[in-house]
């Protein structure tokens, strides 16, 4: 299964953001009208912070949402390089989303313990209805990096020498991302216009190795793109 790409171009990060949100506020909308229920798989790193601030402001129907994290540093809860610290203070710590909506990866335990915990936790409600990422300047996305091999059949993986710090990581694998009925991949700036370059070249980069049913979104900037 090779999934289709759709590259949407925008001037700028800003734009980038713009479009974040009314795409994920739209998926909730559709899936909540559908399902009563909103599952959503958040991106780590700087990228989507500002949709998450955007978030903050936004109306929805947020006692139906579930919020999930497709990777997350092994630091303790609360450390500042934490994806889930970043999101909580760009956007959870100013919404009415009850905590017992929120499934942080329990990364405090330690990458092997943490990733089959959350095994657990995601396993029973596949599929998700969105999943955000973002990818890096090496092609990589969530924690799963170029040259790193993991068995196909877990959705939840620990990683233990990634080049970009920390080394100790917990990722969902591909198998769990690709459960997804929609996929948007947030890419900004001029530092990954090389992977960009690189992956439209069909280069293996862990990037192209995404999969969706639906397809895959890329909302891109102008500096991405160059
Ligand atoms: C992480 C992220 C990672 C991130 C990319 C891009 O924990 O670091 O989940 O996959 O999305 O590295 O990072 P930036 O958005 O900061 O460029």
Redesign the pocket.
């Given at each position: 299964m090779t999934s289709p790409v759709r590259w949407h171009h925008f001037p700028d990060a800003a734009a980038v953001a713009d479009e974040t949100v009314r795409r994920v506020l739209a998926a909730a909308k559709l899936a909540i009208v559908q399902r009563g229920v909103f599952r959503v798989v958040l991106?780590?790193?700087?990228?989507?912070e500002r949709a998450y601030r955007q978030l903050a402001e936004s109306d929805a129907e947020w006692p139906c949402w579930q919020i999930y994290l497709?990777?997350?540093?092994c630091l303790p809860p609360g450390d500042a390089a934490r994806?889930s610290r970043m999101i909580e203070q760009a956007w959870l710590r100013r919404s009415s989303i009850r905590d017992d909506q929120v499934h942080w990866i329990p990364a405090e335990r330690g990458a092997e313990q943490g990733a089959r915990d959350y095994e657990s936790v995601i396993a029973p409600i596949l599929p998700f209805d969105l999943v955000l990422?973002?990818?890096?300047?090496d092609g990589?996305?969530?924690?799963l990096f170029p040259g790193h091999r993991h068995p196909q059949t877990a959705l939840v993986v620990p990683v233990s020498d990634a080049p970009?710090p920390p080394a100790n990581?917990i990722s969902m694998n591909f198998s769990a991302l690709q459960q997804s009925r929609e996929m948007l991949l947030l890419i900004t700036?001029a530092?990954?216009r090389e992977a960009v370059r690189r992956w439209r070249k069909d280069e293996a980069l862990p990037v192209a190795s995404l999969e969706c049913p639906a397809g895959i979104d890329v909302l891109i900037d102008h500096d991405a793109t160059g």
């Open positions: 991106a780590g790193g700087s990228t989507p497709g990777d997350e540093r994806n990422l973002g990818m890096g300047e990589h996305t969530a924690s970009k990581r700036g530092g990954k």
